[in-house]
């Protein structure tokens, strides 16, 4: 993996996080203040939905580290077997 590569990885996990932290803050956190609003209970529905929203973000982030990661390990493992093959066929000279 060149560095080009590692730097998009890099550059587009930030920007997923970004979106994956405000964007269910935004829409659910969002609702709920303004459900309070009408039914003029706030904070309580402002503070369910901005506990939904953490968990929301949370499952997002964590199922793209898992994929992140599950990148990183192939790459390795690539890696590894080209380093294999090297010293194979340097055994056989």
């Known amino acids: 993996m060149d ?3 590692i730097r998009e990885i890099a550059i587009s996990s930030a ?3 970004l979106g994956a932290i405000f ?3 935004v829409i659910i956190g969002g609702s709920g203040y303004l459900l309070d609003q ?3 209970t ?3 529905i402002f503070l369910i939905s901005a506990l939904v929203a953490f968990v ?3 499952i997002m982030l ?3 580290i898992k994929k992140i990661n599950s990148i990183i390990d192939k790459h390795r493992d690539e ?3 080209k380093k294999m093959n090297e010293a194979g066929s340097k055994k056989e000279d």
């Open 3 to 5: 560095k080009k590569t």
């Open 15 to 17: 920007m997923y996080s």
């Open 23 to 25: 964007a269910p803050l």
């Open 38 to 40: 009408w039914l003029d």
């Open 42 to 44: 706030y904070p309580v």
């Open 56 to 58: 929301v973000t949370n």
């Open 62 to 64: 964590f199922k793209r």
């Open 79 to 81: 890696i590894i077997e």
